[in-house]
């Protein structure tokens, strides 16, 4: 009898193991996903709410005292609502210190510059991160090494260069001095170094493709996330330079920031009109963050899942 009974529980034992693999008796392991959403608590929720109302509040308030005169913006406590000057100061902003040309300086300047830059530091953080040859220690230690000199020590001779060339008072006196920098040239190597398989530039060795080949079919496409985030950073910081196109340049070929520094040249600063000029430069800032921002944010999250 016992030996009739043994093949029924070793059957009865097997359909167990089948349906319970964790052997737990019918409690089967819960086992992370990959891939899996985690939600955020009610308390992440408040802090990024309260940081979304501290990171628009400037804006808010540029748009209110743009909205109002003078003497109510000096009031205290100082106006919390929009008034009715908007438009009208809006105008008087615009043709008092000429932004329609500014802002098509302000452009040209902010777009080849981001151009340019990203992709000589693409194609300088690629020699650093992948390519062997002598020297390219020392000569990254020199590139990294100009982040510590303030540019305002090259002022005097880099206004005699540009004299020189007799770009005074012109756009190529802006755009070329900036054409590449040594922060972007060590954040593309960064990125490369991790993102950029070596197997992947033994392969196009392999095949037949000298560096540029490989550069444009193979790095360029790994390196997309990364030079979007460079040329957003790139774009908004030529956008916002004040100093240079300010020694540089005139008032009658001026770029955005210069042209706002005509609204505050009076004795008595109207100061409503001033943050109408600021509001004026900040619109196409906001303008491009709401066209391509989603698609920024895309291609960083795909180059931080990728492999």
Do not use: C
Not at 63 to 92: C, E, H, I, K
């Amino acid at each position: 009898m016992t030996t009739q009974s043994l093949p029924a529980r070793t059957g009865t034992a097997a359909r167990t193991s089948a349906d319970d693999p964790a052997g737990r008796g019918g409690r089967r392991l819960l086992r992370p996903r990959a891939g899996r959403q985690h939600h955020a608590g009610p308390l992440a929720y408040v802090l990024l709410a309260v940081m979304a109302v501290l990171s628009i509040f400037p804006l808010y308030w540029t748009m209110v005292a743009a909205s109002t005169d003078n003497t109510r913006v000096s009031q205290t406590p100082p106006p919390f609502l929009p008034g009715p000057n908007l438009f009208s100061n809006l105008a008087r902003a615009w043709d008092e210190a000429a932004m329609g040309k500014a802002m098509i300086n302000s452009l040209i300047v902010a777009g080849v510059i981001a151009l340019s830059t990203v992709m000589f530091e693409t194609l300088a953080g690629f020699a650093f991160a992948k390519l062997r040859f002598k020297g390219r220690n020392a000569l990254l230690m020199l590139v990294i090494g100009t982040m510590l000199v303030p540019p305002q020590l090259g002022v005097v001779p880099l206004f005699m260069m540009m004299a020189e060339l007799g770009w005074s008072q012109q756009l190529p006196a802006v755009i070329f001095p900036t054409l590449v920098s040594a922060v972007g040239v060590f954040f593309m190597r960064q990125y490369l170094s991790e993102a950029l398989p070596d197997e992947l530039v033994e392969a196009g060795r392999v095949d037949g493709a000298h560096s540029l080949r490989i550069f444009w079919s193979i790095v360029l496409p790994v390196a997309r996330p990364a030079m979007a985030v460079l040329f957003m950073i790139t774009f908004v910081h030529a956008w916002n330079d004040f100093f240079w196109p300010f020694v540089v340049l005139d008032m009658t070929n001026p770029t955005v920031p210069v042209a706002l520094t005509q609204l505050s040249a009076g004795y008595v600063r109207d100061q409503s009109l001033i943050m109408a000029g600021a509001l004026l430069g900040t619109l196409p800032l906001l303008a491009m963050f709401i066209v391509f921002g989603r698609q920024i944010v895309s291609g960083i999250m795909a180059g931080a899942v990728k492999g």
